[in-house]
T-cell receptor, first 117, second 110 residues
């Protein structure tokens, strides 16, 4: 247990569906992250939030829409996805002592395995 | 373009010391190097972080030469439970970018 939970663990959706991924951290951290992990590729940082404010958006398509209502919760809203969006989506949090991403250790959740048909 | 490069896979045996090297030729003065470990069905987990020379903790050592263009994660006396994927990460201080390697799949054999 890392103190970061993600739901659902597995999700299968069609290209016309709308779904949301949820992340919750119980560590009292101020920064939260969304990553995309595809097989044999480096982790791709998608979004970073610090104290609920988005600080990074690494050219992510608009079909991915993040939401951070408070420092403990992070959502990723999905709509009209493509099959190439199938991947493991990881949430992480860090202390947020400086502007993230920083040298603070990131604590990852187990991920949501997304399959787009 | 900043990039971190590491071997795709490595094999070793229980009780051996394993060294995994990461190349980061474009590392800048204030950039930090971090290593993470990932088991199947889990997210990556922090192992060690360093800036220069040598860092040691209870699970690993990190060796960084003077030019800092590479770093080596050293796992002493590995066991079967060390079978995992190991990621090298460079935090670029200048623009807050995270440069992840593609991971090294380490398989420990009995």
């Amino acid at each position: 247990e890392t103190g970061v939970t993600q739901t659902p663990r597995h999700l299968v959706m069609g290209m016309t569906n709308k779904k949301s991924l949820k992340c919750e951290q119980h560590l009292g951290h101020n920064a939260m992250y969304w990553y995309k992990q595809s097989a044999k590729k480096p982790l791709e940082l998608m979004f970073v939030y610090n104290f609920k404010e988005q600080t990074e958006n690494n050219s992510v398509p608009s079909r991915f829409s993040p939401e951070c209502p408070n420092s403990s919760h992070l959502f990723l809203h999905l709509h009209t996805l493509q099959p190439e969006d199938s991947a493991l989506y990881l949430c992480a949090s860090s202390q947020g002592s400086g502007r993230p991403p920083s040298t603070d250790t990131q604590y990852f959740g187990p991920g949501t395995r997304l399959t787009v048909l | 373009l900043a990039k971190t490069t590491q071997p795709i896979s490595m094999d070793s045996y229980e009780g051996q010391e394993v060294n995994i090297t990461c190349s980061h030729n474009n590392i800048a003065t204030n950039d930090y190097i971090t290593w993470y470990q990932q088991f199947p069905s889990q997210g990556p987990r922090f192992i060690i972080q360093g800036y220069k020379t040598k860092v040691t903790n209870e699970v690993a050592s990190l060796f960084i030469p003077a030019d800092r263009k590479s770093s080596t994660l050293s796992l002493p006396r590995v066991s079967l439970s060390d079978t995992a994927v190991y990621y090298c990460l460079v935090l670029m201080d200048s623009n807050y970018q995270l440069i992840w390697g593609a991971g090294t799949k380490l398989i420990i054999k009995p």
